[in-house]
């Protein structure tokens, strides 16, 4: 009998695009019974197909008329519970109403943007890798005191503390999971640029050992640092070791994925697509939970314009995250003059990161801009903020100032950060003195953070209160960076403003700067902790005692927003004419507290 929808249920731990176990079965049955529709479902996600355009080998973008999300149910046991029950009904109701009104012609079939299907079909082999990591990790951290060593010191160094509660292998499991995927994607956007230079992908089917598949897959990738570089992409740490387990589950997911990029074309992906993806490869809800490395664009751009005043300016995040500032730094000086090149857009910007993921998330955000030349390579530099200790002193000399990055081929680089610099932004940690010791890990760390900070060379520059949180050192150290009339805008903490936390930082500030502006919102918070208060704050850099009188009659605009910024500014866009159109309200907003 002729139908119009077969749909095929499997339990919640089967992949909803299962070709073997859900997609084959479905199609086949849809086919017999010349359904133009069938669906696949795992009772977490619904997956719509066309069922001629599954059987002529479409695109999988043209296969798929839409997706949905039913719930978070992890064991059917659990179904009629409300929070289950309640959604699953409302999502499948939704997807009825959806195919009635399709099947009878209300509304046309909808299509599917491939960049939106990959994103969502990498979010889940995310979901899926990270469950397994999970398990993994934990148990092997109960069970291996060396193992377990090693993935406290791995917290330390992203500056996080390690409480051994489940959300922390979470956390580990999903930054595994993150860095496998952005590898292989990235690999994969590289090899269509250079195809007589890079290989494709290429997993045997009867490959089924973690070690062997680590093995094939780092042979692709130390091929790219020997030859192309991107170290901070490609070199391995220790979380990248967990993520080849001799787990036969685990294994035929990485190869799935594998085989699943191989569909799509990715020559007719623009850059601002391919931009899209990593940025949204990482939900909205977990960029904010790892606030420290995603910052508001509104935020950000805002900052820019008050910063930013030439195609040259130098640009240097010192805490530099995901990359937020530079990759809209980028996009601000290719709006000054398109003619600017890529290589010569990187050449003007730096970023340091002490942790491999935002180090490694920045590089990525900022090549991608134009995989085609052979020199893009990012100045991201992933390591300490302050053992950059030279600044701008004379002796400053370049050799000095090199760090090299560590890497798995046999090609080193070594990049000189910025002696001097037009520019200072970014957003960063906000931690207390008192948490320093336990997050570093290392009672010694703070004493060389503070005197790295507070010195240049033997002679002590800033005062700054023990209560004062990291940012405060931030402030203090990047200032040996930036040259005279150079301007610092930072997103803090506001508690610099108090009298106690903040008089010797603002002391610094009357010293060494005219204060532009200080603007906190009355209505929206920026940052994703709800107990931290925030403002933003433009400096020009005006030290010296011949410039008192200058610095003593700046004007401050202290402002309050009474409307969130998204009032202001208009959303970011990939449109040229869209991204001028918003670059201008900034301006006028600029205007306004100016």
């Not at 176990?21 to 017999?32: G, I, S, V």
């Not at 990591?133 to 791995?154: A, R």
């Not at 903040?502 to 204060?515: A, D, P, S, T, V």
């Amino acid at each position: 009998q002729k139908a119009l929808c077969v749909i095929e249920f499997k339990l919640p731990y089967f992949d909803v695009f299962n070709e073997k176990e859900l997609k084959e079965p479905a199609r086949k049955k849809a086919t017999r019974r010349k359904a133009k529709y069938f669906a696949t479902s795992n009772f977490q996600k619904l997956i719509w197909y066309n069922t001629e355009r599954v059987n002529s080998f479409r695109p999988e973008e043209e296969q798929i008329h839409d997706k949905y999300l039913l719930s978070q149910i992890e064991n059917l046991d659990l179904i009629e519970e409300p929070k289950y029950r309640n959604s699953i009904i409302s999502a499948l109701e939704s997807f009825l109403i959806d195919l009635y009104e399709v099947h009878t012609g209300k509304k046309p079939e909808p299509k599917q943007a491939i960049d939106e299907l990959l994103i969502f079909r990498l979010q889940e082999k995310i979901n899926r890798l990270s469950r397994y990591y999970k398990n993994i990790i934990e148990d092997k951290t109960h069970k291996d005191s060396e193992f377990s060593l090693k993935l406290q010191k791995w917290f330390i160094e992203q500056n996080w503390s390690f409480s051994w509660q489940e959300e922390d292998f979470l956390k580990a499991a999903r930054q595994t999971a993150y860095l496998l995927i952005n590898k292989i994607l990235f690999y994969n956007l590289l090899q269509v640029k250079r195809p007589s230079q890079l290989d494709p992908l290429n997993i045997p089917d009867d490959l089924s050992k973690g070690g062997m598949l680590q093995r094939q897959l780092q042979s692709y990738f130390d091929y790219v640092l020997k030859e192309i570089d991107y170290e901070t992409i490609y070199s391995a740490d220790f979380i990248d070791q967990t993520a080849f387990p001799d787990n036969r589950e685990v294994v035929e997911e990485i190869k799935e994925l594998i085989r699943v990029l191989k569909h799509y074309d990715f020559s007719r992906l623009g850059y601002d697509i391919i931009g899209r993806i990593f940025e949204r490869l990482i939900p909205a809800q977990e960029r904010h939970n790892l606030g420290q490395y995603f910052t508001n664009p509104d935020i950000v751009d805002l900052i820019l314009r008050f910063c930013l005043k030439h195609e040259e300016d130098k640009v240097f995040d010192p805490a530099c995250g995901a990359g937020t500032f530079l990759v809209r730094a980028y996009q601000h000086k290719k709006l000054m003059n398109q003619r600017l090149s890529h290589q010569q857009n990187l050449n003007t910007l730096w970023g340091c990161d002490i942790a491999k993921f935002p180090a490694h998330l920045s590089t990525i955000n900022l090549a991608i801009n134009d995989l085609g030349v052979d020199e893009n390579y990012p100045q991201i530099i992933r390591g300490d903020f302050f053992s950059l200790r030279l600044g701008g002193r004379k002796e400053f000399k370049k050799e000095a100032r090199k760090r090299e990055l560590v890497s798995l081929g046999e090609k080193k680089i070594s990049i000189p950060y910025p002696k001097i610099v037009d520019c200072v932004v970014g957003n960063p940690p906000y931690t207390r003195q008192e948490e320093i010791p336990s997050i570093s890990g290392d009672e010694g760390y703070k004493k060389r953070l503070i005197s790295n900070a507070l010195y240049d060379g033997d002679k002590k520059i800033a005062n700054i209160s023990k209560r004062a949180g990291i940012h405060a050192y931030f402030f203090i150290h990047g200032t040996k960076f930036l040259q005279k009339g150079g301007r610092f805008g930072f997103i803090v903490s506001n508690s610099w403003l108090d009298v106690d936390y903040g008089k010797g930082l603002q002391e610094f500030f009357l010293r060494n700067y005219k204060i532009i502006a200080i603007v906190e919102s009355k209505v929206e918070r920026w940052f994703s902790d709800a107990d931290i208060n925030t403002c933003i704050i433009v400096l020009e850099k005006c030290a010296g005692d011949r410039n008192k009188k200058e610095r003593d009659e700046n004007i401050v605009r202290f402002v309050y927003l009474f409307k969130p910024l998204r009032y202001f500014i208009p959303p970011a866009q990939d449109m040229w004419e869209k991204q001028v159109n918003r670059l201008k309200e900034i301006d006028k907003l600029k205007r306004t507290i100016l």
